[in-house]
């Protein structure tokens, strides 16, 4: 019975981590329908560069990822205006296209720049805390984890829905066009969520490199968990993302628990389920 | 000087020319009105001083500045905004959000902000949180002007916003113009329906295939005129 | 064509392509007798361009042509190889027998996946088509007794013993490995020419047509009553078909199987992605392009380790960029050319006069005189 529930909290917070992979996409996907395939590996980008501040710096993990954040900013921003912008328009090809190529040049920049070793981003005592929750130990990073999904994702739905750049970022996802006529520059709109997406990436990174070793590869196995968790959601829905997120990671953790070789397995097979039955997803926003 | 001055304003859809050299003038305070019939060329040339089509800069010169190869944001930001055909509010966005994001591009003082446009459009205020997709034509309409309007601008381009509404909604809108006129408003309206823009415009431009076929004061034109430019002599 | 006005008909051979189909028979007969003159290397060489591009070419008609941007045929490979291990190991078949069955298990496979897949539109499919070949390659990596995660051989007489290979052995005087080495790289040859047949012969058909109206127009499509539905499922399962066999064939030669390998993203669909998009999607002609292009640089960048992947990947996002179309597109663009014409022209017939009344606003309009998917306005394109 114990043993039934530490599964399932582990997987909710397991969830947190696959939604904070997400939540940059799910910006990205609804603001300008824009499937990036380099989205994981973008992530283990942003996990080096956090690395490299940490290791030449002497930073603490945390600080290297506030300042990581604006860098990958940058580079979200400069990426979508100089390249992403371009692929934009009626037919999917050349974003997917690009942005395959975009994975392919980023895993392989990585490889020759860190070589294919293994690293781990180094927290301290943090990595082994534990608090108790009841007759159950929950691990301290994982529960910063999921809080941290939380957070951004209230911030990324108060971005949204409460400000005047989330109304442009909706109104221009609605009708570029009309929305140049409110003075709104669709590129700039753009190259600012991917900017975001890209901050939200660096969060992601801290967490994923502190819980588990990574290397330059490990990039597309974590963007498809996050498609998953953002098809599963819904389109346009940030809350649907954190279910996404969190349906992926118990059943994955449900998984390894009952074979470890299942884990993977396991997650997939949700998904699969979960689309055989709302194809559009769990939330999805009513125009589409 | 006049507000707005087309020069031999040219456009084209690829190989398919729009507009054969217009000219056109739009002095400070003024409602002109643009008519003609399909395909003539009105959306096309609203489109063009809006900066949603480019052309050669100096055919469009606004306030002594050449507009013409401008973005649309850029022209917006300058204080020209627009109703656009078909209303075309975002759906992703409520009644009030609508109304908001018409101020995205130019936060100018002036005449109108949110409540006195509620005041124009009371059905607006009761509205407000509604999924701007829920509105009536009619209703979509006034908040498409109200979007236009929060901006403060210094040219308020209208296009063909009677289309597709009942006559009864046609006159509450048009009802309106008295009080852009008041505020000193300059006003370009595009319209099939000639009579509500004679009655409202300072002055006509009649436009056929492309070409302004006839110009003047409402007063001054016939009918016979006005047919024979509309419609090409019979 | 039943609608045609008298002294009209439709066309679409064109003067390059007539003289292209005579230089494709020549090559065709050398590369034939290719087995007589090159060296063991050289014939696998070979080989890996042909799969490739019947890859490349399947995966074309698929993207290119019916809007389906599956990021998941690895899927059809693996399952093809595994399938015809299956077939070998366990039942004792023999490999060409085998190799048949892959390509028909392969196409059940698509039935099943299809129902999920086609569900979903667009960047969903693609992420679909992904999940699925990472199901399919889990799952198979629990079969313990085709050798689990780590995978497994074909026996040396499995393929000794193959269909064939004592006979050609024996005509010219090849040892065993050389025979079988010279089977596969036949049923290569006859695979790569007949998966361009099939597909020039379906791009000029009734069916063709209506895949280039639903490419274009999917709603203008029905309503004239296309099918896209239907055209979709067809060219899925196809393809999986000729997927499925290439599959089982790499995997006869290669004779060594594992789930990491015969469901690599990077083997058969990246390389395959950019063969197609180098070399120009929506043509016959771009991938035979792109496959040249891929080779030269894998001959030249290959011990450069990831550094080929990362030009590679450089010069994929620049084409994409700016030559949306592939190299084949750039210079078919310039000169009109078409090696596999697909464009419908009128042809014959009283010449139009120019009407004295050409309406107003007609006047200046572009117009087209061929219908196709290249539909371009007036040029003379006989």
Redesign the interface.
């Known amino acids: 019975m114990v043993s039934l529930a530490d599964t399932l909290i582990q997987g909710v917070l397991l969830g947190g981590l696959y939604a904070l992979f997400a939540a940059g996409l799910s910006l990205i ?1 609804g603001v300008m ?1 824009l ?1 990036n ?1 380099a989205h994981g590996d973008l992530i283990v980008l942003a996990a080096f560069l956090i690395l490299t501040l940490v290791t030449a710096l002497g930073l603490n993990a945390f600080v290297a990822t506030l300042i990581a954040a604006p860098i990958m900013f940058a580079i979200g921003y400069a990426l979508q205006a100089q ?1 992403l912008n ?2 934009l328009g009626p037919d ?3 974003p ?3 942005t ?6 980023i ?3 990585l ?2 720049a860190f070589s294919a070793d293994s690293r781990r981003i180094n927290v301290g005592w943090l990595e082994t805390a534990s608090l108790p929750l009841g007759p159950i130990n929950v691990g301290v990073m994982p529960l910063l984890t999921f809080a941290s999904a939380l957070a951004v994702i209230v911030g990324l739905n108060q971005l949204f829905y409460r400000t ?1 750049l989330g ?2 970022f ?2 221009t ?3 570029k ?9 669709p590129d700039r709109i753009f190259a600012t969520a991917t900017g975001i997406a890209m901050v939200v990436a660096a969060i992601a990174a801290l967490y994923l490199g502190a819980r588990a070793n990574f290397d330059p590869t490990i990039g ?1 196995a974590r963007l ?1 968990y996050a ?2 968790a953002v ?1 599963i959601g819904g389109l346009g829905s940030m809350w649907g993302t954190l279910a996404g997120g969190v349906i992926i990671g118990v059943a994955q953790t449900f998984g390894a628990a009952i074979n470890p ?1 299942w884990q ?2 396991l997650g ?2 949700a ?2 389920a979960v ?2 039955i709302k ?1 559009r997803g769990l939330f999805p ?3 589409d | 000087m006049a507000l707005l001055e087309i020069t031999d304003l040219t456009a084209r859809y690829g190989d398919f020319q729009a507009l054969f050299g217009v000219d056109m003038t739009l002095d400070p305070g003024e409602t002109i009105a643009v008519v003609g019939a399909n395909g003539a060329g009105k959306s096309t040339l609203m489109r063009s001083i809006a900066g949603v089509l480019n052309n050669a800069a100096d055919q469009i010169v606004f306030d002594g500045l050449p507009i013409g190869a401008m973005s649309a944001a850029e022209v917006m930001s300058l204080g020209i905004a627009m109703v656009p055909e078909g209303r075309r509010l975002f759906p992703s966005l409520s009644v009030e959000e609508n109304l908001l994001i018409g101020k995205y591009g130019r936060a100018a003082s002036g005449a109108w902000s949110l409540e006195t446009i509620y005041g124009l459009f009371p059905i607006l205020k009761e509205r407000r949180d509604a999924p701007a997709t829920a509105l009536s034509g009619g209703q979509q309409q006034m908040a498409a002007i109200g979007r236009a309007l929060i901006s403060n601008p210094r040219i308020l381009l209208c296009d063909e916003i009677s289309l597709g509404l009942a006559p009864v909604v046609i006159r509450d809108i048009y009802a309106i113009f008295p009080r852009l006129r008041e505020t000193g408003a300059s006003v370009v309206i595009v319209e099939q329906d000639i009579g509500q823009a004679l009655k409202v415009a300072d002055r006509v431009y009649c436009m056929m295939e492309g070409r302004v076929t006839l110009t003047g004061a409402p007063a001054e034109l016939t009918r016979e005129a006005i047919h024979a430019a509309y419609f090409g002599a019979p | 064509m039943e609608a045609t006005p008298a002294g009209w008909w439709v066309e679409t051979r064109t003067k390059a392509s007539a003289i292209f189909a005579l230089v494709a028979i020549a090559t065709i007969l050398v590369a034939l007798a290719a087995p007589l003159f090159a060296s063991r290397g050289a014939l696998q060489d070979l080989f890996f361009i042909l799969t490739m591009l019947v890859l490349a070419q399947s995966w074309n008609l698929l993207a290119g042509y019916a809007g389906l941007v599956s990021v998941g045929q690895q899927a059809f490979v693996g399952f093809g190889g595994y399938a015809m291990f299956a077939c070998v190991l366990l039942a004792g078949l023999d490999p060409l027998l085998a190799i048949l069955i892959a390509g028909v298990a392969a196409t059940l496979l698509a039935v099943l996946t299809g129902q999920f897949v086609f569900r979903l539109q667009g960047a969903y499919f693609a992420i679909g088509t992904w999940v699925v070949a990472e199901v399919v390659r889990l799952t198979l990596a629990q079969w313990a007794a085709l050798g689990g995660g780590t995978g497994t051989s074909l026996p040396a007489h499995a393929t000794r013993d193959m269909l064939g290979a004592t006979t050609v052995g024996r005509l010219f005087g090849f040892r065993p490995a050389q025979a079988v080495d010279t089977i596969c790289y036949w049923l290569a040859l006859v695979l790569a020419v007949g998966t361009i047949g099939f597909i020039y012969r379906l791009l000029r058909s009734r069916q063709g047509l209506a895949l280039a109206a639903v490419r274009d127009n999917q709603e203008a499509a029905r309503s004239v009553g296309v099918d896209a539905r239907r055209v979709k499922t067809f060219v899925y399962f196809a393809v999986a078909f000729v997927t499925g066999l290439t599959g089982a064939l790499i995997y006869v030669q290669k004779a060594r199987i594992s789930p990491d390998a015969a469901f690599s993203v990077l083997d058969w669909t990246a390389y395959v992605i950019f063969i197609v998009a180098i070399g120009g999607i929506g043509t016959i002609e771009g991938p035979i392009v792109g496959v040249v292009v891929f080779l030269l640089l894998q001959n030249t960048l290959a011990d450069y380790g990831s550094w080929y992947l990362l030009v590679l990947g450089l010069i994929g996002i620049v084409v994409m960029l700016f030559a949306p179309r592939g190299l084949w597109g750039l210079f078919s663009e310039r000169t009109g050319i078409q090696l596999f014409p697909v464009r419908r022209m009128l042809v014959g017939g009283p010449p139009i006069a120019a009407s004295e009344e050409t309406p107003d606003a007609l006047k200046g309009a572009p117009h087209v005189d061929s219908v196709g998917e290249n539909a371009r306005p007036s040029r003379s394109g006989r």
């Open positions: 996907f329908r499937v395939l390249v371009r692929t999917i090809l050349p997917l296209l690009v395959f190529g975009l994975s392919i040049v895993q392989n920049g490889l020759e005047a109304r442009a909706r109104a996802s609605d009708d066009v009309t929305a140049s006529l409110m003075g709104i520059r597309p498809i498609f998953e098809i070789e993977i397995l997939h097979v998904f699969i689309l055989l194809p926003r009513a125009t």
